[in-house]
């Protein structure tokens, strides 16, 4: 239970953390007399928006890796367990389940 407690508190603290770094990065300040509310106002004004590139090639290159994992990987897996494994699964069940099951149906069966 002291192990349970100590990993909650852990992870809260991380996420306070994480939550307060976050926080931090709203307000920026251009000068000692102006704050700029959002840094995405400080990035409008430049007339550039490279928050905008940057979030746009990273969702890119997530759908990339997204479907070179699919096809090449979780697609033969898939194809293993559900053709070869199954079928070597099902064998299994049936023989443990026929070793346990089939004296007890007897009994009903004589009754």
Known sequence: MKKLLFRSLVVCACVFAFAGAANSQSITYNS??????????????????????????????????TKFVAKHVAKPVAKTIFMKM???????????????????????AAL
């Open 32 to 65: 000692a007399k102006t704050a700029v509310k959002q840094s995405g106002d400080a990035v409008k004004r430049d007339g550039s928006n490279p928050v905008m590139i940057i979030v746009g090639t990273a969702a890119k290159a997530a759908w990339g890796t």
């Open 86 to 108: 199954t079928p070597a699964v099902t064998k299994f069940v049936i023989k443990n389940s026929a070793k346990h099951l089939l004296p007890m149906a007897v009994k009903i």
